[in-house]
């Protein structure tokens, strides 16, 4: 990875992390607990790339929107029962895999200065997520994490917002990274910058279409991104 030293001359700004798909990739362990929800209850499965697209709703979100009813919140929320004692079960095994994307760890380093707060908003509930943090040694960076515990699903802008709050940074210096729609149009809702990742769970034409303002494809070609965005404000 290039020196990226000009990081540390951006303006005071908040930036924000999706999760899955955009730090770990996680989508076999996703597809693994989401299978085994569904054929609890006796359910079609859904394909693996119905699952994918999922990904980045709140967990009873992500399953209404896969069940043949979407309506029916009931089931949704026994299969998200079936999911989490799956996932609870698999963390117990240590086989829970769920790897850092590469250039993860330098760039969030490179982030870690006194001007810049670091954040999470995902899907994830607060339990999943402090174990990730955790396994990968990461948790020290962040200032602000917010989960499927602490608001309405994304893309509603609240997750989003509770993190400026916390932090004093306005929207206008706030920016959401993602690799779904639902991060791009948190960003919007929320009226800060959402910066798209080719790597991640929906197509780059479609974060395009729903208000990334810039599609990276690298960790490296990111923090020329912010910097290039700090330079401007």
């Not at 790897?99 to 200065?113: C, K, M, N």
């Not at 997520?129 to 994490?145: A, D, N, W």
Request: contains cysteine; negative net charge.
């Amino acid at each position: 990875m290039p020196d990226h030293a000009n990081a540390s001359a951006m303006t005071p700004r908040l930036i924000v992390f999706d999760f899955d798909g955009t730090l770990v990739d996680s989508q076999r362990v996703i597809i693994d607990c989401m299978s085994g929800a569904f054929a609890h209850h006796d359910l079609p499965v859904p394909t693996p790339d119905a699952i994918r697209r999922s990904v980045g709703l709140a967990l009873e979100y992500a399953i209404a929107s896969l069940l043949p009813d979407p309506d029916d919140r009931d089931l949704a929320v026994r299969v998200a029962g079936a999911y989490r004692e799956r996932a609870y079960a698999v963390r117990e095994s240590g086989s829970y895999d769920e790897p850092l994307f590469e250039g993860v760890r330098e760039t969030i380093a490179a982030l870690d200065q006194p001007e810049i707060w670091l954040g999470i908003a995902t899907g994830k509930n607060r339990r999943g997520l402090l174990h990730s943090l955790e396994v990968h040694g990461l948790h020290h960076h962040f200032t602000t994490l917010k989960t499927a515990d602490d608001g309405p699903s994304k893309p509603h802008p609240e997750i989003l917002q509770q993190a400026m709050d916390e932090t004093g940074v306005a929207p206008e210096n706030t920016v959401m990274i993602g690799d779904t729609t639902y991060d791009m149009l948190l960003a919007q809702n929320a009226g800060a910058q959402g910066i798209g990742v080719s790597w991640g769970y929906h197509g780059t034409e479609e974060l395009s279409a729903n208000g990334a303002s810039r599609i990276v494809q690298s960790f490296s070609e990111l923090l020329d991104a912010l910097s290039e965005s700090a330079r401007k404000e």
